[in-house]
């Protein structure tokens, strides 16, 4: 598969992925869709929805192959999280 340009900074590619998720899809996908991975195009705000991130990606890729793809994940700050987790202890 070729490799897609990059045409934005990371940065500014998560500030726009960021805006038009809380703008336009938030709203949209709150209800219904915890945990479940936003693929979104930033430069036309169109996006997929999936349980999985590579086939909401791959979804996205097919109808807009130039698509400079932001993931989020509905319910959580992070798409991934890295590092220890604090363990609750149980009695």
Not at 12 to 19: F, K, P, V, Y
Not at 53 to 71: G, H, K, M
């Amino acid at each position: 598969m070729p490799s897609r340009e990059r045409r934005y900074s990371r940065e500014e590619l998560a500030r726009r992925g960021d805006e038009i998720y809380e703008q336009t899809i938030s709203p949209r996908v709150a209800d219904g869709h915890h945990g479940e991975f936003i693929a979104i195009d930033v430069d036309t705000g169109e996006f997929e929805v999936d349980p999985d991130e590579l086939t909401a990606s791959d979804r996205l890729l097919a109808r807009f192959p130039e698509a400079q793809v932001w993931l989020k994940r509905v319910g959580y700050s992070y798409v991934r999280r890295f590092g220890p987790r604090r363990q609750l202890r149980t009695a």
